[in-house]
């Protein structure tokens, strides 16, 4: 008996050309990529930024992407490999082309920086997600249309193990092109530079009772729940977090997604914590997107496998 691949059995030569398609796709795809494999190229795992020996006090997120819509940046977003980038779900309004500014800590770069601008191809929304003031799986994974390039300015971000565990109290790193202002009586604007602040991550009960202390809903209801993280800078107004911006958290030298900015602290309510979708609850789900985005159905067999069955198939009628 013909030992089967993707449960075709012994492939008839009326599917060669079939089979023909799927390898030369497989030939134009990027080579593929999990959190913390090496990659060939620049850079060779992630979570790994290179740092400018010149700027003392500011540092260099080369996963940070401004997520835009007709060149207008609306959230903020990661990026995981060479063809996905995660953000919130909330940020997705309805029906419009996206695309992805990566490379640059300006929102609007000069054309001589490192700055690349890609079309989003597709957008895949968690399936459970819901929510108006507190979101519940507010995640959305962006496929671009085009590889990127890893180079000094560009490399992604680790994904968390799915059971791995934050403990209270690690020191993390919120940025963002957001909202800020320089005086409390100024109004809002946007910062056109990259911002950046150090947080801690606090427990989701003491986060729950802070948001409950404002709220109309009974204790009983939790607000801050076991898919979410929180994190806070003790008081110091960070108006400029972008929802969907990374929550990234250094562990063992290299740089984790923790989570992505959710519920964005108020600015007239400095105490409060951000709400961050917490990254280990969906570390599957993120996976199998990854998977299923490549290829449908057999042609997601490995190419050498192809290539074998190729050589077995008769070449004549």
């Known amino acids: 008996m013909a030992t089967s691949l993707c449960g075709l059995g012994a492939w008839p030569g009326s599917l060669r050309p079939w089979v023909l398609t799927c390898l030369v796709m497989l030939m134009l795809l990027p080579p593929p990529s999990n959190s913390g494999d090496k990659e060939n190229r620049i850079q060779p795992v992630c979570g790994k930024p290179w740092w400018p020996d010149s700027l003392?006090?500011?540092?260099?997120?080369?996963?940070e992407v401004s997520v835009r819509i007709e060149n207008e940046h609306v959230c903020g977003g990661a990026l995981i490999d060479f063809?996905?980038?995660?953000?919130?779900?909330?940020?997705?309004?309805?029906n419009k082309e996206y695309s992805v500014?990566?490379?640059?800590?300006?929102?609007?770069?000069?054309?001589?920086s490192?700055?690349?601008?890609?079309?989003?191809?597709?957008?895949?929304?968690?399936?459970?997600?819901?929510?108006?003031?507190?979101?519940?799986?507010?995640?959305a994974l962006l496929h671009l249309d085009i590889p990127v390039t890893y180079n000094k300015y560009v490399q992604p971000i680790c994904l968390p193990d799915y059971n791995f565990s934050l403990k209270v109290g690690t020191q993390?790193?919120?940025?963002?092109w957001g909202q800020s202002k320089k005086n409390s009586s100024d109004n809002l604007t946007q910062t056109p530079e990259l911002w950046e602040a150090e947080v801690f991550i606090i427990d989701n009960k003491r986060c729950?009772?802070?948001?409950?202390?404002?709220?109309?809903?009974?204790?009983?209801?939790?607000?801050?729940?076991?898919s979410m993280i929180c994190a806070t800078n003790y008081g110091v107004d960070p108006c400029y977090e972008d929802p969907g911006g990374p929550l990234a958290c250094e562990v063992d030298g290299r740089w984790i997604l923790a989570g992505v900015l959710s519920r964005k602290k108020a600015c007239i309510k400095a105490q409060n914590p951000g709400v961050y979708t917490r990254l280990t609850r969906y570390t599957r789900w993120i996976q199998e997107q990854r998977n299923h985005g490549a290829l449908p159905g057999p042609?997601?067999?490995?190419?050498?496998?192809?290539?074998?069955?190729?050589?077995?198939?008769?070449v004549g009628p």
């Not at 993390?172 to 963002?176: A, I, K, L, M």
């Open 114 to 139: 490192w700055a690349r601008k890609i079309r989003v191809g597709d957008i895949v929304l968690h399936p459970k997600y819901w929510g108006r003031n507190f979101f519940r799986n507010d995640i």
């Open 56 to 63: 003392k006090e500011i540092h260099h997120w080369p996963w």
């Open 101 to 112: 500014m990566l490379g640059s800590s300006k929102l609007q770069p000069k054309a001589s």
């Open 83 to 94: 063809t996905w980038v995660i953000s919130a779900a909330h940020c997705i309004q309805g």
């Open 299 to 314: 042609c997601r067999a490995s190419y050498p496998l192809l290539l074998f069955w190729l050589l077995q198939l008769p």
């Open 172 to 176: 993390c790193w919120v940025t963002g």
């Open 208 to 226: 729950d009772r802070a948001f409950h202390e404002k709220s109309f809903y009974p204790r009983v209801i939790p607000l801050v729940r076991k």
